[in-house]
């Protein structure tokens, strides 16, 4: 099955089991990956586990966007990248555990501002109900809890 | 207990869905985000729990709030205050103004962007006749950071000249003097201004200078009392303290250290002034100083 490959090309398998026939310059975007194949420990299927079908194939867009416009005007590429981020919680995080995980440190950059921008300048009971889903009593007591914490904050 | 019961809250503190959401953010993830935030939004998410709160802490985003020598801003402190402090410690301690040079400079960071800003105490200028009690005198007050101010009664040379070498990090700064016309005081709980020694700033304008060591200079002009003209439509320049801009320096690296001269002259002697207070030189980043405008004159 490798000797049917272009040289240049790996094959990553999602934990679901579906499997991604990417280049390997777009690949070793991940630092882990790039470690990977320095290390020659990977065969040309590099598993991925913890990154479902969906998730990973939205990290190798993403990739494969950063790799062909390296050359291309940064100002198209910012568009790119809050267009790109601007999905739902869920998608979110789990692309931000990928980028994490993976250490895809352009992606993890463009989700972290993404993040800082959906939480700044609201006020924390705003983002427990909003993001984390609180409920009523876990706002008062955790607020208490927090409030003795965090006394000598500055603000 | 204060445990147990925030475990509890954190285990049912992801998303709505049931699967895990935004509260399940590793915390170097957090690091990452804190990047892009403020100091006091960092704090105030600092409650958010408990991944937030540990990289609230951490210093790796204390020190991208810091300037980038703060270690110079750090040596003019005593060692003993200083010494064992975290990165975020360190932020809050200097983004609370402390003096230094015997009390006379204070120096402290902007909060929101953690940007250096300096004030110089008319302690640490040279004032024409300082010595003499006929025509300059220190007057305590809260009003002042440094709680005193130099008022003077009355003299024909007036000139205020001071000096400051410091090693500001790269920046646009502005540099301006704090004056009050007119001598101020409580009475019975009020504050009250006397302009019995007033006299003299509406005849010829007082030139406002500085020069850096690296020969960028500014100077401006202006008459601190209104004329004739101005008084017609009320005098906005007695009770109160105006900040007189003289222009704005770029410092493009930190180091060598910049060496900044500033002095302020009304030397026409053909005719006495007096009754004013002196407080201070500010140097403060210039689109800060734009956000806080309040009575400067451009």
Redesign the interface.
């Known amino acids: 099955m490798s000797s049917s490959l272009e040289k240049n090309m790996l094959i990553l398998r999602s934990s679901d089991g579906e499997e991604f026939i990417v280049p390997e310059v777009v690949a070793v975007m991940s630092k882990a990956i790039k470690n990977m194949v320095e290390d020659e420990c990977a065969s040309n299927t590099i598993p991925v586990p913890n990154v479902d079908a969906n998730i990973l194939a939205m990290v190798i867009e993403f990739c494969k966007k950063h790799d062909e416009s390296e050359a291309e005007a940064a100002s198209d590429l910012k568009t790119f990248d809050s267009e790109f981020v601007n999905r739902g919680?869920?998608a979110?995080?789990?692309l931000?555990?990928a980028a994490?995980f993976r250490d895809v440190k352009e992606l993890?950059?463009a989700?972290?501002?993404n993040?800082?921008?959906m939480?700044?300048?609201k006020?924390?009971h705003h983002?427990?109900i909003q993001?984390?889903?609180?409920?009523l009593f876990?706002i008062l007591?955790?607020?208490f809890?927090?409030?003795?914490?965090?006394d000598r904050?500055?603000? | 207990m204060?445990a147990s019961?925030?475990s509890?809250?954190?285990s049912?503190?992801?998303?709505?869905?049931g699967?895990?959401?935004?509260?399940?953010?590793?915390e170097?993830?957090v690091v990452?985000?804190?990047?892009?935030?403020t100091p006091?939004?960092i704090?105030?998410?600092?409650?958010?729990?408990r991944a937030f709160?540990g990289a609230a802490s951490s210093d790796s985003v204390w020190e991208s709030k810091l300037p980038s020598n703060y270690h110079d801003i750090l040596n003019l402190m005593p060692p003993e205050r200083h010494q064992n402090l975290t990165k975020k410690d360190i932020f809050?301690l200097l983004?609370r103004p402390f003096p230094f040079d015997d009390g006379n400079k204070a120096l402290w960071l902007d909060?929101v962007t953690g940007r250096v800003c300096m004030s110089i105490s008319a302690k640490g200028m040279a004032i024409t006749g300082i010595e003499d009690r006929r025509y300059w005198n220190w007057v305590p007050t809260e009003e002042s950071r440094f709680h005193v101010v130099a008022y003077l009664q009355q003299i024909w040379w007036f000139e205020v000249d001071g000096v400051i070498k410091f090693p500001f990090p790269a920046d646009i700064y502005t540099l301006s003097f704090r004056i009050h016309l007119g001598k101020f005081s409580k009475r019975l709980g009020r504050r009250v201004c006397s302009f019995e020694h007033t006299h003299g700033w509406d005849i010829k304008p007082v030139r406002f200078e500085f020069s850096t060591s690296d020969g960028q200079q500014a100077s401006t002009q202006c008459c601190l009392d209104a004329t004739q003209q101005d008084n017609a439509n009320g005098n906005h320049k007695r009770s109160c303290w105006i900040e007189y801009k003289v222009g704005q320096f770029i410092v493009k690296e930190s180091d060598p250290t910049t060496e900044v001269r500033f002095s302020m002259k009304q030397i026409d002697c053909t005719h006495s002034k007096g009754g004013l207070c002196v407080d201070c030189v500010s140097i403060i980043p210039s689109d800060l100083k734009d956000r806080r405008r309040i009575g400067v004159l451009k």
Request: glycine fraction near 10%; aromatic fraction near 10%; hydrophobic fraction near 35%.
């Open positions: 919680q869920e979110l995080y789990d931000i555990t994490n993890l950059d989700l972290c501002q993040v800082a921008e939480i700044k300048g006020s924390v983002i427990r993001f984390l889903g609180y409920q876990e007591t955790s607020n809890i927090w409030n003795i914490w965090c904050d500055f603000d | 204060g019961l925030s509890l809250t954190e049912n503190g992801s998303s709505n869905g699967g895990p959401g935004f509260g399940d953010i590793p170097s993830c990452c985000v804190f990047l892009y935030l006091p939004e704090c105030n998410l600092a409650r958010l729990n709160r809050a983004s909060r």
